[in-house]
């Protein structure tokens, strides 16, 4: 039976307080259409992926008439090209590239995610040559999303594979420098990496997903700051179980999305990824849920431990609310995307080293943050190899995507628009960590790894 209150509720959490679904992402297979010819395999995939989710766009747009509820992004994912593309030489990945980004123009959509390699134990010559390109296939393409794994709790950390990533990341910072160093933002590096993330940039369809898939990604950080703030000084077991609560609420709007889309489009349901992932809005931010915690700014000493009992209390909730919960599940702490951690930069209460503690709690990790863009390739080496052992260590994801901002220092500012945001320029400690980086190799997996 339908309650009054409740759907008055969810209303106003869309009119006031900011809820969407963030996006309705199509995780497509293409295994099928491997081929030793480049070119028709470029065809193969162009023909699969405008065929498979060609009313994708129409369906997003359809549901959100019907409900009422925001969908701000219509994606698609495909398996790791780094997967099919085989040994196609590095020229041959920028024609699958620019097949994305043809594709994607076609069909209308936001993203298109999986530009993509898995090596986090070695590297085969494919892998190799698309990581060889990622720069200038992201410089040239403006919805293709890049994604790398260099680590895994079973495998330990590819320290060649993050001494490329860094490569590739002052690269892309090079190639768009008159574009504000945009195409770093498109381009994510992973530890224990998801296969069913509907988040750009590291989204793509996972070897074990089905031919396709609709995995939807919620985001209420509004809701759940205003749930807190009705809440008043109540203690921290009461204040968890509000968020619980209103974790619950949000998830439930996506699955009721997420069942329609996936019987619209004739695609089975993945997951729900419930993720407080902010927006620059007023109000939508992950920072101001933690200073209506008690916070007097986001960054204080105790951020920590309150963004911990925040993402504990919304992966309670958004599991109790729907059958299949994945992705990232939890919250984001992206800088350039939230308005309270801009600010929270801006005054000098978040550096990078507080990111960084922050990361062992929540669902990703340092998440576009604008550096000086003459930092070494060492330090980003050395910045990424720091964040992903939090992963390996504590067997979860993490995550890397910053952007050296071409011709900016720290205090300066960059703008990217729209739901990414403007970033302030972080200083960093700049001793160099490049000796440790030469040596090379693999840093093994931990003991707790072994668990057969």
């Known amino acids: ?42 065809q193969k995939l162009y023909d699969k992926i405008t065929k498979k989710a060609e009313h994708l766009v129409k369906t997003g747009a359809e549901i959100e008439k019907m409900y009422g509820i925001p969908i701000v992004n219509k994606r698609v994912s495909v398996t790791p090209v780094s997967l099919i593309g085989g040994a196609s030489s590095p020229e041959g990945y920028i024609k699958i590239a620019e097949t994305l980004q043809r594709a994607a123009d076609t069909l209308g959509i936001n993203f298109i995610g ?41 495998a330990g950390i590819n320290m060649d594979a993050i001494a490329m990533m860094g490569s590739a990341i002052k690269k892309c910072a ?26 750009m940039a590291g989204a793509f369809c996972g070897i074990g997903e089905p031919e396709t898939v609709i995995n939807v990604g919620v985001s209420g ?21 509000v968020i619980k609560k209103t974790a619950f609420k949000i998830t439930r709007v996506g699955q009721l999305v997420a069942n329609e889309a ?38 204080a000493h105790g951020t920590t431990a309150a963004l911990a009992m925040l993402n504990d209390a919304v992966k309670k909730g958004g599991v109790m609310a729907s059958s299949h919960v994945g992705g990232l599940s939890g919250a984001f702490i992206p800088v350039s995307e939230d308005a309270g951690m801009i600010a929270a930069a801006e005054r000098g209460a978040l550096t990078l080293e507080k990111l960084e ?3 062992a709690v929540c669902s990703v990790g340092l998440d576009m943050i604008a550096i000086p863009g003459d930092t070494p390739e060492e330090v980003i080496d050395g910045i990424i190899a720091d964040e992903i052992a939090i992963g390996v260590v504590n067997t979860k994801t993490t995550a890397v995507r ?28 700049t001793y160099s960590p490049a000796r440790f980086i030469r040596r090379g190799g693999r840093i093994p997996a931990p003991i707790h790894s072994l668990k057969n």
């Open 357 to 359: 503690a922050m990361t």
């Open 262 to 299: 996936a019987k619209r489009l004739n695609t089975p349901f993945g997951i729900v990824d419930l993720s407080l992932a902010p927006t620059p809005a007023v109000g939508d931010s992950v920072a101001y849920i933690l200073e209506e915690m008690g916070l007097e700014s986001c960054g």
């Open 1 to 42: 039976m339908l309650n009054t209150q409740d759907i008055l509720e969810t209303i106003n959490m869309i009119r006031e307080e900011c809820l969407d679904i963030r996006t309705i992402t199509m995780g497509i297979s293409l295994w099928d259409c491997v081929s030793e010819d480049n070119d028709r395999l470029c």
């Open 221 to 241: 950080p509004g809701v759940v700051a205003s749930a807190i703030r009705r809440a008043g000084d109540c203690n921290l077991s009461e204040l968890a179980d």
């Open 402 to 429: 910053v952007i050296p901002a071409y011709g900016k220092k720290a205090g300066d500012s960059v703008s990217f628009g729209g739901l990414l945001g403007t970033a302030p320029v972080m200083d960093l400690n």
């Open 174 to 199: 090079y190639l768009t420098k008159d574009d504000n160093s945009i195409a770093c933002a498109k381009l994510v590096v992973f530890a224990n990496v998801p296969e069913d993330n509907p988040f």
């Open 114 to 154: 999986g530009f993509s390699a898995l090596v986090q134990k070695g590297m085969t010559e494919g892998a190799r040559n698309m990581i060889s390109v990622i720069p200038e296939a992201l410089a040239t393409t403006s919805n293709v999303c890049s994604s790398v794994n260099v680590a895994s709790t079973k």
